[in-house]
C-alpha cells in the first residue's frame, strides 16, 4: 500500500495518540476491513471519509473495541493507544472506553434527566467523590458541550425532550464527562439539520484543544472544514492518508481524486 | 487535562469490583434460568413418575364355572331372562373360582373367603355378568377370562402398596399380597398394557383399577369440535373485519379494546358466563359439550383473533395493491390474495389456540362437567340435540379424580395429565411443523 | 322436543334454499345476458353469491334475534314465542331471502356489491361477538349480584372478616378473608415469578448465545404451555407434601399440605414465563443504539442492562408484572388444588387459607339453587373479581401502549 509511506516523512516529531498497524476485520466470513495501518496524532481532529460501507465506521469502532459486542466480529492487527496494544489480554474494554469516549450517528440520551444523562458515565467509573464535585464535573462537560446555557434552568429534565442538535451536544457532554483522551465521533450530523450541524462542527473545532479527535463523517465538506488530517478508505482498505489541505487539493490516489470530484461514492 | 493516566495494561479496583459485578449478575441470568429448567424437569418428572403405572394394569386369570341352575334357571338362554340375575349372582362365582384356584395351586393361606375374594375387582363381577349375557352358550361351561384385581394388589404389583402400608390398610392385608405375589410367580396373575385407561369410562370410588379416560377423552373431542367450527370462522372473519375494513372509529376502538381485554379476563369468568347466558338464559343443557365448546370458543377467540391478525399483517401491501391495481375489489383482494397468503399462520394460531382450550378446567367446572358420566356420550340424540348428552373432559376428570379418597385415583390423575400432555405435544408439534413449512420471509 | 327440527331439518332446509337461490340467481342473470355475460353488471357467479348470503344471513341473524327474545321472554315467565313458531319464521325468512335474490338477479344489478355488503356485515357480526361476550359477561354478573344484594347487604359482604356459609341460611359472607388470601398467594407468586421471569429474560435476551437461546426459549415456551390443573395437581401431590415435610412442620408452622406457600410457590413457577416472555418483548424493543450508548461510556454488560436498559424498558415490564398480576388473582385450578378451602386471615405463610376463584367454583359445583345466597354470592365473588382484573388489565395495556408508542 503506498498511503503508508505518505505519513511517515510528515509526522515523526510529535509522539502518536493512536497508531494502528495492519488491522484486519471480518464478520464472519465477510472482510470489512483489510490491512489498515493509520497514526493518528493528538491534539488534532482526523476524519475518515469515504463512501458507505468502506469500512470507516467499522474501523472507528475498533479503536474502542465496540466491535466487541458483536459476537461474529474478529479483529486482527496491533491498535496502541499511547504505546499500550488495546487487543491485549489484560486490556479490560471497559477501562479502554473511559480513555476513548464515543459519539453515535443518532443522538441516543438515556430515558434520565439531563443531569443524569451526563453523570452516568462519572458514576460507573467513580470520578467524583460527592455530589459537588458530581455537580462540577456536569457542568464543566454541558459548557465544553456548549449546552450548558441552553440547559443550566432544566438539568431535572428528560434528555429526551431535548432538540436533535441539542441531544447530540448532550451525548458529546456524557461523553466528554468520564474526560477520555480521544474522542471518536461516528457521523455525528448525519441526523442533524444544517444549522444544527455547524454548531457541532464549531463545537468539534473547540474540543481539540484537549482531545484526540476522530469523526466518521460521508461529507466531504465536513472533512474539509473540521479536520486536520483525513484518512480516505475505500472497499475496506485505506487508500490515501495525509492533511486534509493536501487529500482536497492534490490527492495521489486516483481513487482518492475520483472520489473527492464526485465520480464514485 | 492535567491527569496521570494509568496504564491499561493494569487493571485497577474499581474495574476489578466492576467486572465481579458482571458476572455476579451474569450467574443470576443463568441461574433463573436454571430454576425455571429446573421446575420443568421436576414437574414432568413427578408427574410422568406417578402416572406412568396407570397405563398398566393387573389382571387375574380366571376359571369361572358357570352354573345353570345360578345363571339361567329357566335354562332358555334367554338374555332377558337371564340379565334377572344381578352382580351379587355373579360375585360368588368369581370367589369361588380363585379359591378352588388357588388350593389346586397348592397355595394355603389363613386369609378368609371374603378377604379372598376382595382381591378381585369389584368391576370384573360386572364384566363377567357382560360377558355371559352377550355370550349366554356359555353357561354350563368353565369360562377363562383375565379380570382386573383389587386396586390394592395392583398398586402393589406397580411398587405403591409395599407389605408396611399394607398392614395398616384396612382393605387389604400382608397375606393377600403374599398370595397375589405367588399367582404371579405362577403366571396367573400378570401385569399388561392397559388400553382400558383409554377407552373405559368412569368408575364409582370404589374401583379406581377400573376408571378409564373414555368419556373424558371423546367430551374433550366433542368440545374441540364445536370450538373449531364456531372460533376458526368467527375469529377469521373479526380479524379480517378489524384489519382489512374496520373504519378507523370509536366502534372499532372499542372493538380492539374488549378483545384485548378479553384476553387476560380470567378463566373462571367464561364459567360464570357460561352457566349464567348458555345454560340458565339460553336453556342448553348443563355438562353438554356443546355448552363446553360455546365456553372455550369465547374464551380462545381472543388468541385467535390475536394471532390471525399477526399472519394478516404479514402479508405485504404490495399483494393489496397489486390485485386492487388490477380492478379487484377490496373483499376481492382480502380473500382472494391475502386470506390464502395468511392462512398457515392462521392455522398454527388455532390449533394453539385449541391446545390452550383443551388445557382449561375451570370453567367447565361451572357448566356441570364434573359429573359423573359413565355413558359414552352420542354427538347427536334425539333428546339432547347436538353434542348434548352429558360428558366430562380431559382436564376436568384429572381434578374428578383428585378429589377422590381411594390413592389409586392420584395414580389415574397423573395418567390422565400424560395423556392429555401427549395431546398437547402433538398439537403444538403440528403448530411448529406447519410454520416451519410454511414459513415466508417478505 | 323439537330436536329433530332444530338441529337437523331447519339447517338442512336452510341449506337447501341458500342452494336454490344460488343456482337460481345463476341461471336467471345468464339467461338475461343473452349468451354474452360481459352486458351484466355483475358476473352470474356475483349473483349466485348474492343470492346464497340472501338466504344465509337473515336466517342467523333471525335464529339469533327470536333465541333471545324468547329466552328473555321466559325468563320474564311469558310463553311468547313456541318452537313452531320459531321454525316456521326462520323458514319464512328463508324463503322470501330465496325469491327476492333470484328476482333481483336481472342485467343491471350490481350484485357484486350486493354481496360484498353481505359479507362486510358478517365481518361485522364477527367481531361484535367480542362486544357481546364483554356485555354477556357484565351483564350475567349484575343481574345475580343485584339478587344477592336484595338477600345479604353489600356492606357485610364487602366488610365483614368473616366467611361461613350455611346452607340452612343465615351465613355469614364476607369477601375480606377470599381477598386476603388470594392477594397473600398472588403476593408469593409474584416475588418468584418477577425475579425468575425478569433474570430469565434478561439474560435471554442479553446475554445468551443462540444455543443457549434455542433450548431455554422452546423450554420456557413448554413451561408457558403446560395447563393450570397440571400445575394443580402438582402442587397438590408434590410441593404440598414437601413443603410440609420439611419447612411447615420442622419449623412447626403448622400441618397442612395445602398452604398459601404451596399455591404461591407453584403459582409463581407458572407465571415466570409469562414475565419473561413479555419482558423479553420490552427489552427487545430498547433500540441497541442506547446500549451502544452506555457500552462506548465504558459501562460494563451489566451496568447498561441495570442503568439503561432496564429504565427504558421499565413501563414495558412493569405492563408485564401487571399482567401478571392479574393472571395470580383470577388462576383458579392451581389455588383450588393447592390453598385448601378454610376461610382464614393469618399471616402464616404455611396455613391452608382460600382465595375468591377457590369459593366461586366451590359455590357453583354441584347442585345450584340460584335463589340462595350461598350461591348468589359467587356472582358477586365473580364480579368483584372482574373489576380487580379489568382493572389491572386496562392499566397494564395502557401502560404498555404508551411504552410502544415511545420507541414506534
Same mark, same amino acid.
Given at each position: 500500500?503506498?498511503?503508508?509511506?505518505?505519513?511517515?516523512?510528515?509526522?515523526?516529531?510529535?509522539?502518536?495518540?493512536?497508531?494502528?498497524?495492519?488491522?484486519?476485520?471480518?464478520?464472519?466470513?465477510?472482510?470489512?476491513?483489510?490491512?489498515?495501518?493509520?497514526?493518528?496524532?493528538?491534539?488534532?481532529?482526523?476524519?475518515?471519509?469515504?463512501?458507505?460501507?468502506?469500512?470507516?465506521?467499522?474501523?472507528?469502532?475498533?479503536?474502542?473495541?465496540?466491535?466487541?459486542?458483536?459476537?461474529?466480529?474478529?479483529?486482527?492487527?496491533?491498535?496502541?493507544?499511547?504505546?499500550?496494544?488495546?487487543?491485549?489480554?489484560?486490556?479490560?474494554?471497559?477501562?479502554?472506553?473511559?480513555?476513548?469516549?464515543?459519539?453515535?450517528?443518532?443522538?441516543?440520551?438515556?430515558?434520565?434527566?439531563?443531569?443524569?444523562?451526563?453523570?452516568?458515565?462519572?458514576?460507573?467509573?467513580?470520578?467524583?467523590?460527592?455530589?459537588?464535585?458530581?455537580?462540577?464535573?456536569?457542568?464543566?462537560?454541558?459548557?465544553?458541550?456548549?449546552?450548558?446555557?441552553?440547559?443550566?434552568?432544566?438539568?431535572?429534565?428528560?434528555?429526551?425532550?431535548?432538540?436533535?442538535?441539542?441531544?447530540?451536544?448532550?451525548?458529546?457532554?456524557?461523553?466528554?464527562?468520564?474526560?477520555?483522551?480521544?474522542?471518536?465521533?461516528?457521523?455525528?450530523?448525519?441526523?442533524?439539520?444544517?444549522?444544527?450541524?455547524?454548531?457541532?462542527?464549531?463545537?468539534?473545532?473547540?474540543?481539540?484543544?484537549?482531545?484526540?479527535?476522530?469523526?466518521?463523517?460521508?461529507?466531504?465538506?465536513?472533512?474539509?472544514?473540521?479536520?486536520?488530517?483525513?484518512?480516505?478508505?475505500?472497499?475496506?482498505?485505506?487508500?490515501?492518508?495525509?492533511?486534509?489541505?493536501?487529500?482536497?487539493?492534490?490527492?495521489?490516489?486516483?481513487?482518492?481524486?475520483?472520489?473527492?470530484?464526485?465520480?464514485?461514492? | 487535562?492535567?491527569?496521570?493516566?494509568?496504564?491499561?495494561?493494569?487493571?485497577?479496583?474499581?474495574?476489578?469490583?466492576?467486572?465481579?459485578?458482571?458476572?455476579?449478575?451474569?450467574?443470576?441470568?443463568?441461574?433463573?434460568?436454571?430454576?425455571?429448567?429446573?421446575?420443568?424437569?421436576?414437574?414432568?418428572?413427578?408427574?410422568?413418575?406417578?402416572?406412568?403405572?396407570?397405563?398398566?394394569?393387573?389382571?387375574?386369570?380366571?376359571?369361572?364355572?358357570?352354573?345353570?341352575?345360578?345363571?339361567?334357571?329357566?335354562?332358555?338362554?334367554?338374555? !332377558?331372562?337371564?340379565?334377572?340375575?344381578?352382580?351379587?349372582?355373579?360375585?360368588?362365582?368369581?370367589?369361588?373360582?380363585?379359591?378352588?384356584?388357588?388350593?389346586?395351586?397348592?397355595?394355603?393361606?389363613?386369609?378368609?373367603?371374603?378377604?379372598?375374594?376382595?382381591?378381585?375387582?369389584?368391576?370384573?363381577?360386572?364384566?363377567?355378568?357382560?360377558?355371559?349375557?352377550?355370550?349366554?352358550?356359555?353357561?354350563?361351561?368353565?369360562?377363562?377370562? !383375565?379380570?382386573?384385581?383389587?386396586?390394592?394388589?395392583?398398586?402393589?404389583?406397580?411398587?405403591?402398596?409395599?407389605?408396611?402400608?399394607?398392614?395398616?390398610?384396612?382393605?387389604?392385608?400382608?397375606?393377600?399380597?403374599?398370595?397375589?405375589?405367588?399367582?404371579? !410367580?405362577?403366571?396367573?396373575?400378570?401385569?399388561?398394557?392397559?388400553?382400558?385407561?383409554?377407552?373405559?369410562? !368412569?368408575?364409582?370410588?370404589?374401583?379406581?383399577?377400573?376408571?378409564?379416560?373414555?368419556?373424558?377423552?371423546?367430551?374433550?373431542?366433542?368440545?374441540?369440535?364445536?370450538?373449531?367450527?364456531?372460533?376458526?370462522?368467527?375469529?377469521?372473519?373479526?380479524?379480517?373485519?378489524?384489519?382489512?375494513?374496520?373504519?378507523?372509529?370509536?366502534?372499532?376502538?372499542?372493538?380492539?379494546?374488549?378483545?384485548?381485554?378479553?384476553?387476560?379476563?380470567?378463566?373462571?369468568?367464561?364459567?360464570?358466563?357460561?352457566?349464567?347466558?348458555?345454560?340458565?338464559?339460553?336453556?342448553?343443557?348443563?355438562?353438554?359439550?356443546?355448552?363446553?365448546?360455546?365456553?372455550?370458543?369465547?374464551?380462545?377467540?381472543?388468541?385467535?383473533?390475536?394471532?390471525?391478525?399477526?399472519?394478516?399483517?404479514?402479508?405485504?401491501?404490495?399483494?393489496?395493491?397489486?390485485?386492487?391495481?388490477?380492478?379487484?375489489?377490496?373483499?376481492?383482494?382480502?380473500?382472494?390474495?391475502?386470506?390464502?397468503?395468511?392462512?398457515?399462520?392462521?392455522?398454527?394460531?388455532?390449533?394453539?389456540?385449541?391446545?390452550?382450550?383443551?388445557?382449561?378446567?375451570?370453567?367447565?367446572?361451572?357448566?356441570g362437567m364434573v359429573a359423573f358420566v359413565r355413558e359414552y356420550p352420542a354427538p347427536y340424540s334425539e333428546t339432547a340435540g347436538l353434542f348434548g348428552e352429558a360428558a366430562t373432559a380431559l382436564p376436568v376428570q384429572v381434578f374428578n379424580w383428585t378429589q377422590r379418597a381411594d390413592p389409586g385415583f392420584a395414580e389415574r390423575a397423573s395418567g390422565a395429565i400424560i395423556t392429555l400432555l401427549v395431546f398437547l405435544a402433538i398439537m403444538n408439534i403440528a403448530a411448529v411443523l406447519l410454520r416451519r413449512r410454511f414459513e415466508r420471509r417478505w | 322436543m323439537w330436536v329433530f327440527e332444530f338441529f337437523i331439518s331447519l339447517p338442512?332446509?336452510?341449506?337447501?334454499?341458500?342452494?336454490?337461490?344460488?343456482?337460481?340467481?345463476?341461471?336467471?342473470?345468464?339467461?338475461?345476458?343473452?349468451?354474452?355475460?360481459?352486458?351484466?353488471?355483475?358476473?352470474?357467479?356475483?349473483?349466485?353469491?348474492?343470492?346464497?348470503?340472501?338466504?344465509?344471513?337473515?336466517?342467523?341473524?333471525?335464529?339469533?334475534?327470536?333465541?333471545?327474545?324468547?329466552?328473555?321472554?321466559?325468563?320474564?315467565?311469558?310463553?311468547?314465542?313456541?318452537?313452531?313458531?320459531?321454525?316456521?319464521?326462520?323458514?319464512?325468512?328463508?324463503?322470501?331471502?330465496?325469491?327476492?335474490?333470484?328476482?333481483?338477479?336481472?342485467?343491471?344489478?350490481?350484485?357484486?356489491?350486493?354481496?360484498?355488503?353481505?359479507?362486510?356485515?358478517?365481518?361485522?357480526?364477527?367481531?361484535?361477538?367480542?362486544?357481546?361476550?364483554?356485555?354477556?359477561?357484565?351483564?350475567?354478573?349484575?343481574?345475580?349480584?343485584?339478587?344477592?344484594?336484595?338477600?345479604?347487604?353489600?356492606?357485610?359482604?364487602?366488610?365483614?372478616?368473616?366467611?361461613?356459609?350455611?346452607?340452612?341460611?343465615?351465613?355469614?359472607?364476607?369477601?375480606?378473608?377470599?381477598?386476603?388470601?388470594?392477594?397473600?398467594?398472588?403476593?408469593?407468586?409474584?416475588?418468584?415469578?418477577?425475579?425468575?421471569?425478569?433474570?430469565?429474560?434478561?439474560?435471554?435476551?442479553?446475554?445468551?448465545?443462540?444455543?443457549?437461546?434455542?433450548?431455554?426459549?422452546?423450554?420456557?415456551?413448554?413451561?408457558?404451555?403446560?395447563?393450570?390443573?397440571?400445575?394443580?395437581?402438582?402442587?397438590?401431590?408434590?410441593?404440598?407434601?414437601?413443603?410440609?415435610?420439611?419447612?411447615?412442620?420442622?419449623?412447626?408452622?403448622?400441618?397442612?399440605?395445602?398452604?398459601?406457600?404451596?399455591?404461591?410457590?407453584?403459582?409463581?413457577?407458572?407465571?415466570?414465563?409469562?414475565?419473561?416472555?413479555?419482558?423479553?418483548?420490552?427489552?427487545?424493543?430498547?433500540?441497541?443504539?442506547?446500549?451502544?450508548?452506555?457500552?462506548?461510556?465504558?459501562?460494563?454488560?451489566?451496568?447498561?442492562?441495570?442503568?439503561?436498559?432496564?429504565?427504558?424498558?421499565?413501563?414495558?415490564?412493569?405492563?408485564?408484572?401487571?399482567?401478571?398480576?392479574?393472571?395470580?388473582?383470577?388462576?383458579?385450578?392451581?389455588?383450588?388444588?393447592?390453598?385448601?378451602?378454610?376461610?382464614?386471615?393469618?399471616?402464616?405463610?404455611?396455613?391452608?387459607?382460600?382465595?375468591?376463584?377457590?369459593?366461586?367454583?366451590?359455590?357453583?359445583?354441584?347442585?345450584?339453587?340460584?335463589?340462595?345466597?350461598?350461591?348468589?354470592?359467587?356472582?358477586?365473588?365473580?364480579?368483584?373479581?372482574?373489576?380487580?382484573?379489568?382493572?389491572?388489565?386496562?392499566?397494564a395495556l395502557v401502560v404498555v401502549r404508551k411504552f410502544r408508542e415511545q420507541y414506534e
Open positions: 500500500m503506498k498511503d503508508i509511506q505518505v505519513i511517515e516523512s510528515t509526522q515523526t516529531t510529535t509522539r502518536q495518540k493512536i497508531s494502528a498497524k495492519n488491522v484486519k476485520v471480518s464478520y464472519g466470513e465477510t472482510i470489512a476491513i483489510k490491512d489498515v495501518s493509520v497514526e493518528i496524532a493528538p491534539n488534532t481532529v482526523t476524519a475518515f471519509i469515504g463512501p458507505s460501507g468502506c469500512g470507516k465506521s467499522t474501523f472507528l469502532r475498533c479503536l474502542n473495541r465496540m466491535n466487541d459486542t458483536i459476537d461474529i466480529c474478529s479483529v486482527t492487527g496491533d491498535i496502541r493507544l499511547d504505546g499500550e496494544n488495546i487487543y491485549d489480554r489484560n486490556v479490560d474494554p471497559v477501562q479502554l472506553r473511559a480513555k476513548v469516549g464515543m459519539v453515535f450517528q443518532k443522538p441516543n440520551p438515556f430515558p434520565k434527566s439531563i443531569f443524569d444523562n451526563v453523570a452516568y458515565g462519572p458514576k460507573i467509573h467513580g470520578l467524583a467523590r460527592n455530589k459537588s464535585e458530581m455537580a462540577d464535573i456536569v457542568e464543566n462537560a454541558l459548557r465544553k458541550a456548549a449546552l450548558w446555557n441552553e440547559v443550566k434552568d432544566r438539568l431535572e429534565n428528560a434528555g429526551t425532550g431535548l432538540s436533535g442538535g441539542q441531544q447530540q451536544r448532550l451525548c458529546i457532554a456524557r461523553a466528554i464527562a468520564t474526560s477520555p483522551e480521544v474522542l471518536l465521533m461516528d457521523e455525528p450530523c448525519s441526523a442533524l439539520d444544517p444549522i444544527a450541524t455547524a454548531q457541532i462542527e464549531e463545537l468539534i473545532d473547540d474540543l481539540r484543544q484537549n482531545y484526540c479527535v476522530v469523526i466518521v463523517t460521508h461529507s466531504m465538506q465536513q472533512a474539509a472544514r473540521v479536520s486536520q488530517k483525513t484518512a480516505f478508505f475505500h472497499l475496506g482498505s485505506l487508500v490515501e492518508y495525509g492533511d486534509t489541505d493536501q487529500i482536497f487539493t492534490a490527492p495521489v490516489d486516483p481513487r482518492t481524486e475520483s472520489y473527492i470530484t464526485g465520480r464514485i461514492g | 487535562m492535567s491527569k496521570v493516566t494509568p496504564s491499561l495494561l493494569v487493571r485497577d479496583d474499581r474495574t476489578k469490583r466492576r467486572n465481579a459485578a458482571e458476572r455476579r449478575f451474569r450467574f443470576y441470568g443463568l441461574g433463573a434460568i436454571g430454576i425455571a429448567a429446573l421446575a420443568l424437569v421436576v414437574l414432568l418428572t413427578t408427574v410422568v413418575s406417578s402416572g406412568v403405572g396407570a397405563f398398566r394394569q393387573t389382571y387375574v386369570t380366571l376359571e369361572i364355572a358357570l352354573p345353570e341352575d345360578k345363571l339361567d334357571k329357566t335354562g332358555t338362554r334367554d338374555p !332377558d331372562l337371564m340379565a334377572r340375575v344381578t352382580t351379587f349372582g355373579y360375585a360368588p362365582l368369581l370367589r369361588a373360582a380363585l379359591i378352588r384356584q388357588l388350593a389346586e395351586l397348592g397355595i394355603t393361606t389363613d386369609l378368609s373367603d371374603k378377604h379372598i375374594g376382595e382381591m378381585i375387582s369389584k368391576e370384573a363381577v360386572a364384566t363377567v355378568r357382560n360377558h355371559v349375557l352377550a355370550n349366554p352358550e356359555l353357561v354350563g361351561t368353565t369360562l377363562t377370562i !383375565d379380570v382386573l384385581t383389587e386396586g390394592r394388589v395392583d398398586g402393589y404389583f406397580k411398587g405403591r402398596v409395599t407389605m408396611e402400608s399394607a398392614a395398616l390398610d384396612g382393605n387389604t392385608s400382608p397375606e393377600a399380597l403374599e398370595i397375589a405375589q405367588r399367582l404371579a !410367580d405362577l403366571g396367573v396373575i400378570k401385569t399388561r398394557f392397559n388400553w382400558r385407561f383409554l377407552t373405559a369410562p !368412569d368408575a364409582s370410588d370404589q374401583r379406581p383399577e377400573a376408571a378409564g379416560l373414555g368419556v373424558a377423552i371423546l367430551g374433550s373431542l366433542y368440545m374441540m369440535l364445536v370450538v373449531l367450527v364456531l372460533a376458526l370462522p368467527l375469529g377469521v372473519a373479526a380479524s379480517i373485519y378489524l384489519e382489512e375494513f374496520a373504519p378507523k372509529n370509536r366502534l372499532s376502538d372499542f372493538i380492539e379494546v374488549n378483545i384485548s381485554n378479553l384476553a387476560a379476563v380470567p378463566s373462571i369468568v367464561f364459567g360464570i358466563l357460561g352457566l349464567a347466558i348458555f345454560i340458565n338464559f339460553g336453556g342448553l343443557r348443563q355438562s353438554s359439550p356443546l355448552v363446553g365448546g360455546l365456553v372455550l370458543t369465547l374464551m380462545t377467540l381472543p388468541t385467535i383473533i390475536i394471532s390471525t391478525r399477526a399472519a394478516l399483517k404479514s402479508v405485504p401491501p404490495s399483494i393489496r395493491d397489486a390485485a386492487l391495481g388490477v380492478g379487484a375489489s377490496k373483499v376481492q383482494s382480502v380473500f382472494h390474495h391475502v386470506l390464502p397468503l395468511a392462512a398457515p399462520g392462521i392455522l398454527t394460531g388455532t390449533i394453539i389456540g385449541l391446545a390452550q382450550a383443551l388445557g382449561e378446567t375451570a370453567p367447565l367446572l361451572l357448566i | 338442512v332446509v336452510v341449506i337447501a334454499l341458500a342452494t336454490i337461490g344460488f343456482w337460481g340467481a345463476k341461471v336467471r342473470a345468464t339467461a338475461a345476458s343473452q349468451g354474452d355475460v360481459r352486458t351484466l353488471a355483475a358476473l352470474p357467479k356475483a349473483h349466485a353469491t348474492n343470492a346464497f348470503l340472501s338466504v344465509i344471513v337473515p336466517v342467523l341473524v333471525t335464529v339469533f334475534v327470536l333465541y333471545l327474545i324468547r329466552s328473555i321472554a321466559q325468563k320474564q315467565g311469558i310463553e311468547t314465542l313456541s318452537f313452531p313458531v320459531l321454525y316456521w319464521t326462520v323458514l319464512g325468512v328463508a324463503a322470501l331471502g330465496c325469491i327476492g335474490a333470484i328476482r333481483q338477479s336481472t342485467r343491471s344489478f350490481r350484485a357484486r356489491t350486493a354481496s360484498e355488503r353481505w359479507i362486510k356485515f358478517l365481518l361485522l357480526c364477527a367481531s361484535s361477538v367480542a362486544v357481546l361476550t364483554t356485555v354477556g359477561i357484565v351483564l350475567s354478573m349484575i343481574f345475580e349480584t343485584a339478587n344477592f344484594f336484595r338477600d345479604y347487604d353489600w356492606v357485610d359482604f364487602f366488610f365483614s372478616a368473616e366467611w361461613a356459609p350455611n346452607f340452612r341460611g343465615d351465613s355469614a359472607l364476607g369477601i375480606l378473608p377470599l381477598l386476603w388470601g388470594t392477594l397473600y398467594i398472588s403476593v408469593i407468586a409474584l416475588l418468584i415469578a418477577v425475579p425468575v421471569g425478569l433474570f430469565a429474560a434478561i439474560y435471554l435476551s442479553e446475554y445468551a448465545g443462540p444455543r443457549m437461546r434455542g433450548f431455554a426459549k422452546p423450554m420456557i415456551e413448554v413451561l408457558a404451555g403446560i395447563p393450570t390443573i397440571v400445575y394443580g395437581l402438582f402442587a397438590l401431590m408434590t410441593v404440598g407434601p414437601l413443603l410440609r415435610d420439611h419447612f411447615a412442620q420442622p419449623l412447626g408452622l403448622g400441618d397442612s399440605a395445602s398452604s398459601v406457600m404451596t399455591a404461591g410457590l407453584v403459582m409463581g413457577i407458572m407465571l415466570v414465563p409469562f414475565v419473561s416472555s413479555l419482558s423479553d418483548d420490552a427489552i427487545n424493543a430498547v433500540p441497541q443504539s442506547m446500549r451502544d450508548g452506555s457500552f462506548g461510556l465504558g459501562a460494563t454488560h451489566s451496568e447498561t442492562i441495570r442503568q439503561v436498559v432496564i429504565p427504558a424498558a421499565l413501563p414495558g415490564i412493569v405492563g408485564a408484572i401487571l399482567l401478571a398480576a392479574s393472571r395470580a388473582i383470577g388462576e383458579t385450578m392451581i389455588v383450588v388444588l393447592g390453598a385448601g378451602a378454610a376461610a382464614r386471615m393469618s399471616l402464616n405463610p404455611f396455613e391452608a387459607m382460600t382465595t375468591i376463584t377457590v369459593k366461586i367454583v366451590s359455590q357453583l359445583t354441584g347442585d345450584t339453587d340460584f335463589a340462595s345466597p350461598e350461591t348468589l354470592v359467587a356472582f358477586a365473588l365473580g364480579l368483584t373479581l372482574f373489576v380487580l382484573t379489568l382493572g389491572l388489565n386496562v392499566v
